[in-house]
DNA sequence: GTCTATATGTCAGTCACTGACATAACGCAG
DNA sequence: CTGCGTTATGTCAGTGACTGACATATAGAC
């Protein structure tokens, strides 16, 4: 009965999102999200590999941005800038989402097993970065290590941005560049 | 019967290796390790967490060699320099340890549940590093991002040194800062 | 030689996840 | 509107990771 998948997915995920934050991850159980979605077990395991997943759906529009503003970029910049410009392009899209994972962020703090899989996401994200720069002509030694001092870049600022709270993303992405400069080359240093 | 806790611990070390390497992790499970290192499956779980972990032990030694020559470090030098000059301090325990490093390195990439717990073991360390730079006296967001800048360096290092047998991982973490200065900086930037 | 702490064995149980097969709804061709 | 293939789902049985409770055996202290 191919009623709408889509629709299923997303009752399953809003479920998942209530029952984790009312009686933490480790305590549902995925026959308890299928049941409050109105559905199987069985159907919630199709749509998600595996439990945690279902808090972690929606992430490859975020990385197909990322490769689009990076291959886009003007042909001469070094990954450096390419990236700057690329983080800046999808803070758009990272600040429309926030409502919906700033709860999320809640429920993978508290849990270990969230934390890994979301550091595991931001590997693959790296390597979807990587690709990119890749497709820019940068060699691929080189590729990754920007790909992965970017993302570090990325993450300082999204947790600045997360702490305080007012403050626009760009602002976050900024200063986390700026700290970024300091670390390589200290103010006072020889 | 306390015969030798650690005797068993590691006796299911070696098994898993081996049966890892043969029919692979997911192949394999936590009572045919057990089994081989005549055990029970129990008590594989008492020594271990999870059927993942009998492959990372052993990461405690590198975190506290980290954190003791970061805190030992001279007082006045900046975060990178007080990470350049640790990471250099532990190449030896590195280097001694490469002959199970590099078959653990296989069985992982070929994994990506394990290649999740991998890099989750790098964050936990980024944190232990972050840790330590607190204690020289630096903010903690500065002191976090130190850390998680300095393990890409690190990670990068790593990377090259498995590749390039032959070259002495000092050599490779040189290469992999110059790397990161050539990101920040790249030669003919304005 | 008893006594205690600790490492292990045994067993039953929960839950994440999977494969195989049946079924119902939807879109489309006729 | 009727038959048909595609697709999402339900059902069921099974495997394996992991846990709690309880019994037991051993090494070492005294």
Redesign the pocket.
């Known amino acids: 009965?191919?009623?709408?998948?889509e629709?299923?997915?997303y009752r399953m995920q809003i479920a998942a999102l209530e029952l984790f934050t009312k009686n933490g991850f480790?305590q549902?159980?995925?026959?308890?999200i299928?049941a409050r979605a109105?559905?199987?077990?069985?159907?919630?395991?199709?749509?998600?590999?595996?439990?945690?997943?279902v808090l972690f759906a929606g992430q490859e529009v975020l990385s197909a941005a990322l490769t689009e503003a990076i291959v886009q970029a003007p042909a001469d910049l070094p990954p450096r800038a390419v990236l700057r410009r690329a983080f800046a392009d999808v803070t758009p899209l990272l600040e429309g989402n926030r409502r919906f994972s700033e709860p999320r962020q809640h429920i993978i703090a508290a849990n270990p097993a969230l934390m890994e899989r979301e550091v595991a996401k931001h590997a693959a994200l790296a390597g979807v970065v990587a690709d990119a720069l890749q497709k820019r002509g940068i060699a691929p030694a080189r590729a990754a290590f920007a790909a992965k001092a970017g993302l570090v870049v990325l993450g300082h600022a999204l947790g600045l941005w997360f702490e305080k709270a007012s403050q626009p993303l760009e602002t976050c992405i900024a200063e986390a560049f700026k700290e970024l400069d300091l670390f390589v080359s200290p103010a006072g240093d020889s």
Chains 1, 2 share one sequence.
């Open positions: 009965m191919p009623r709408s998948s629709d299923a997915r480790e549902t159980t995925a026959a308890q299928a109105g559905v199987t077990e069985r159907t919630f395991f199709r749509h998600f590999p595996d439990k945690r997943e």
